[in-house]
Structures are given as structure tokens and as C-alpha cells.
């Protein structure tokens, strides 16, 4: 299956509860992110099983802010894979932003341990993203919805981080005030694909941003190319803004809020 066909169908039974005959061994993955949590499940081919989300607030810019509701969220999504998958589950894997302090891995750990699960491997985000991608080196710029991530990677491990606060949520704040609605409308509106030409002009200057971080963050290595994942990303027009600023071919796969949650167990004990 091509990275672009797992993606798919991982984003598929996620949205809409679908599960894959699985080969082998089970193992979970888990994303705590700004805007959503996202559980994955993959066999020992790192196939996509099952998966499931949940709209979240609590993390804020890699720092879990709301423990209680974090492993509330971890053990009501694993419920649901359990019975989805007929299985129980023991243990996962957790993905952080790369570079946090050690204290804050060790929330990230502690939400797992909370709810019932020994971790299995802590990977940096953009290393979960690159497994999917299939890349061992290269530059995987993550736009979400608190922060833009863009990470270099040499041989499998991120030589090189920078992650600042523009995201999706930035994006909300400047189409609310743009056109005097609330925030959770501005959302809405963001990712209505009948507004897209409507809203874009708003939303371009934060996109542009987003780029200039990753231009200074890579100056200095030689890429051929570039590639962009996480939710914000799936605006149509977001690979040619980063294009056009960073003077590379960018690649975006078709559901771009999906490859680092479906990364994160990939590459673990099989
Ligand atoms: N179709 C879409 N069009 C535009 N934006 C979208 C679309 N789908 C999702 N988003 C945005 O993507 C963001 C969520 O992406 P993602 O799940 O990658 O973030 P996160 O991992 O929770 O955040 P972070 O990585 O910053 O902690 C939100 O701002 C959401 O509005
Ligand atoms: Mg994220």
C-alpha cells in the first residue's frame, strides 16, 4: 500500500469507524494534540487497523494543561478501539514535540500510565510522520492547530527542531475578527470547502508566516524538497504559499491532519 492509500484509509476509519483486517500483532498509538487527540491502531505490517479522535483542549503548545481531561479523553478513545477491535489493549505508543524538556515527557508518559497503558516508545512527532512518509531524511514541516513544527531529520532522528506558536488557531483569531464572528464559527467558515476562495485572502498572511518560519528554520540545508503535514495543511492552497516562500517543491499528502498520529506506533517491537 502506497503512504498516500494508508493515510487515506487510516483517515477513513477514523472519520467513519471503518476497521482493516489486521496481520499479526496489534499495537496502539497515541497523539495528544492542540485541537485533537487521535488514537491509532496498526498491525505488525504497519498497516492502518483502526482509529479514533476526539476534539480536544488539553494541550496547549506541546504542554498538556488539563491532566484530568487528557487521560479521561485517552481511556474513552481506547474504549472505543477496544470494542471496536474486540481486543484489549496494554500498552501504546505516545508521540511529543521534539525538544521539550524531560518533565514534560514525563506528563505525556504519566497520561498513558493513567490510563492503564505501559509506554511502549516515546517518538518525536516528526519522526512518526516521517515513518508514514517513508522518509529517513528530509524536512517535515507540521502545521497544526497551536504551533508550526519543522523538523530536519538525518538517518531516522531529528537532527534539527524549531517549533513556534502559528497554527489553525491563529488563522480562527484573524477570519473572527476579519468577519465579526465567533471563534468556533471562523473554524467552521476555515473549513468549509464552499468558503475557501472567500476566506483565503484572510487566512494567506498566517500561512505566509508559517512559511517564513520554516524558511529561516532550513536556511543553511540543502533540500530538494519539503514535506508539509498536520491539519492546517489541508487548506488546497497551503503547499503553493510554502512554495512560493521557501523556493522548493513542497509535498502534501491528501489528508494531511492524519500522518503523525498514524506514525507514532509504526517502527516499534513487532
Ligand atoms: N479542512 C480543513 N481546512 C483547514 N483547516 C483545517 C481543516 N481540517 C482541520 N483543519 C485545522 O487543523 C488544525 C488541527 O490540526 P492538527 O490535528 O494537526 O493539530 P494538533 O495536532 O491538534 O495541534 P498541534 O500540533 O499544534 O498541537 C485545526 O486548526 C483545524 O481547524
Ligand atoms: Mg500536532
Known amino acids: 500500500m502506497s503512504y498516500e492509500d494508508k493515510i487515506t484509509s487510516f483517515a477513513a476509519q477514523v472519520r467513519e469507524g471503518k476497521v482493516a483486517e489486521p496481520t499479526g500483532e496489534l499495537r496502539l498509538g497515541v497523539d495528544l494534540g492542540t485541537a485533537n487527540i487521535v488514537l491509532s491502531v496498526i498491525d505488525a505490517e504497519d498497516q492502518p487497523v483502526a482509529g479514533a479522535w476526539e476534539h480536544s483542549t488539553v494541550v496547549r503548545d506541546g504542554i498538556v494543561v488539563d491532566w484530568a481531561g487528557a487521560v479521561k479523553a485517552v481511556c474513552g478513545l481506547k474504549e472505543i478501539l477496544e470494542n471496536r477491535l474486540r481486543c484489549r489493549f496494554t500498552a501504546a505508543a505516545v508521540d511529543i514535540p521534539p525538544g521539550i524538556s524531560e518533565g514534560t515527557i514525563k506528563v505525556f508518559r504519566n497520561v498513558l500510565t493513567a490510563a492503564d497503558l505501559a509506554v511502549s516508545q516515546i517518538v518525536d512527532e516528526p519522526v512518526a510522520a516521517s515513518r508514514v512518509l517513508g522518509i529517513a531524511d528530509g524536512c517535515v514541516i507540521d502545521i497544526g492547530h497551536g504551533t508550526t513544527g519543522v523538523s530536519i531529520l538525518k538517518g531516522g532522528e531529528v537532527v534539527q527542531s524549531v517549533d513556534e506558536p502559528t497554527g489553525g488557531h491563529h488563522m480562527n483569531l484573524v477570519l473572527a475578527g476579519a468577519y465579526q464572528v465567533s471563534y468556533d464559527e471562523a473554524e467552521d467558515l476555515k473549513k468549509d470547502p ?40 489541508s487548506l488546497p492552497d497551503a503547499p503553493d504559499v510554502f512554495s ?21 506506533a509504526m517502527g516499534g517491537k513487532k
Open 194 to 233: 464552499k468558503r475557501t476562495d472567500d476566506v483565503f485572502g484572510v487566512i494567506r498572511p498566517t500561512l505566509e508566516k508559517m512559511a517564513t518560519i520554516a524558511q529561516r528554520a532550513i536556511a543553511g540545508h540543502r533540500l530538494e524538497m519539503v514535506h508539509l503535514v498536520g491539519g492546517a495543511a
Open 244 to 264: 512560493a516562500v521557501l523556493g522548493l517543491p513542497v509535498v502534501r499528502p491528501l489528508e494531511p491532519l492524519f500522518v503523525t498520529p498514524l506514525g507514532v
